[in-house]
């Protein structure tokens, strides 16, 4: 059985720690068990820069209240700890956790991770783009993009057609065959 953790960011600011929402979505056993998202007070706050905006329709206002990064992160943690990490786009979300670890001086956990560009690519050769708006349309995966809670169940329902379609049927199988593109963050 398949096991993992599908992780998605948006920030506030081209920063990589400003992070202003983190989603969650935890896969055991080929299921999802749990999608969840927190707001998060960036450094950056109240800026927020207007493009940012743009994408992901989060305010200032809307996270005034809201916690910083620190104050989650054990939350966050434990529920991520010896899982590994799949994001769209992978990159980006591992640049802005390890952004936010460095910037909060917190200690950065060895976790792997794999980006769900290459296993959709790997396992649907050949679209015209591997966005996750396109690739949520093509498999019928309905979702308020730009959302991260939304986002890391799209991607986390996107990489479990993937694996089934490569016929991989648990992790051992996904580490032997993803090797080369498992990072460590």
């Known amino acids: 059985m398949i096991n993992f953790c599908a992780l998605d960011f948006e920030t506030a600011t081209s920063d990589r720690h400003s992070a202003c929402e983190i989603g969650i979505c935890l896969v055991e056993d080929s299921q999802i068990v749990l999608t969840q998202s927190w707001l998060i007070k960036p450094p950056s706050f109240p800026h927020f820069n207007r493009h940012n905006i743009a994408v992901h329709g989060i305010y200032p206002s809307d996270v005034a209240l809201a916690p910083t990064f620190t104050e989650i992160w054990q939350e966050i943690f434990s529920l991520i700890q010896s899982k590994m990490i799949i994001a769209h786009n992978a990159s980006f979300d591992a640049g802005v956790l390890r952004g936010c ?14 980006c769900s560009l290459q296993i959709t690519k790997k396992s649907w050769p050949g679209y015209s783009s591997y966005s996750l708006g396109n690739l949520a349309q093509i498999h019928q995966v309905e979702f308020n993009h730009h959302r991260a809670g939304d986002d890391a169940e799209a991607c986390a329902k996107l990489a479990l057609k993937a694996f089934s379609n490569l016929e991989l049927i648990n992790n051992r199988h996904i580490n032997d065959y993803f090797k080369k593109n498992i990072k460590i963050l």
């Open 101 to 114: 670890l460095d910037y909060y001086q917190l200690t950065k956990p060895e976790i792997q991770y794999l």
